[in-house]
């Protein structure tokens, strides 16, 4: 019974398309998040909801948009992607949106851009 | 905003040798720290969390690590690693009310057998 899901594991596409990753928890929680992870392994995040409300939108390019149908879904879809979209991103959740949260994450979805 | 430093990215030691990964933080406030674990094609894994009280907090699979508030830092620690061991370690902090986890740039671990 895994905790974050996303949907695909892998994903390779073409420049320019437009392409949808999924995240679900199934852990009740109100708050997900969306980091990326670059071929360096650095791990900065994107964007955070809570209870499907935008709380977190770090400086990422308007090609990226978050949606959050329900507070157990967190989609992310990208518009004409780049060659530098290409890395691994992680989808979390934690209970709440206070700092003090454990954050769990999903095991990723490695996007390769050709 | 804060930031966090990890050095010596690349650390390469064998069986029952000790591990110290240093964790430095930049934040002008009450922080929570955590250490993650990435072992090889897989999640981030919680391994430890400091929020409060006592400072030597310990983790799974015999890890610790100890929060030094006057020199910014929270150290990992595991006295006898094992092959096991081998995976990226990230450390990761945020202020109380702030769910921004600001991560380093991680230590790749690799322990010979």
């Known amino acids: 019974d895994t905790a974050v899901s996303q949907t695909p594991k892998y994903l390779v596409t073409q420049m320019g398309n437009d392409k949808s990753i999924k995240c679900e928890q199934n852990l009740g929680h109100d708050t997900m998040y969306w980091y990326k992870q670059d071929s360096k392994k650095f791990l900065k995040i994107m964007f955070s909801y809570n209870n499907k409300e935008l709380i977190i939108n770090e400086t990422v390019p308007n090609r990226f948009s978050p949606k959050s149908p329900d507070k157990a879904h967190l989609n992310l879809h990208i518009n004409s992607l780049e060659l530098g979209d290409s890395a691994v991103y992680f989808c979390?959740?934690?209970?709440?949106?206070?700092?003090?949260?454990?954050?769990?994450f999903g095991p990723g979805t490695r996007l390769l851009v050709l | 905003a804060q930031s966090v430093s990890q050095h010596n990215h690349h650390v390469i030691l064998s069986e029952a040798a000790s591990l110290e990964l240093g964790c430095n933080y930049s934040?002008?406030?009450?922080?929570?720290l955590f250490w993650y674990v990435q072992y090889p094609g897989q999640h981030l894994q919680l391994l430890l969390k400091?929020?409060?009280?006592?400072?030597l907090v310990k983790g799974i699979k015999g890890f610790e690590a100890e929060f030094i508030k006057s020199k910014f830092s929270f150290n990992l620690r595991k006295p006898s690693v094992q092959w096991s061991d081998t995976a990226e370690y990230f450390c990761?902090?945020?202020?109380?009310?702030?769910?921004?986890?600001?991560f380093g740039k991680g230590n790749q671990v690799v322990v010979i057998p």
């Open positions: 990761a902090v945020n202020g109380p009310g702030n769910n921004r986890l600001a």
């Open positions: 979390a959740s934690s209970q709440a949106s206070g700092g003090g949260e454990t954050q769990y």
């Open positions: 400091y929020f409060s009280g006592d400072p």
């Open positions: 934040y002008g406030g009450t922080v929570n």
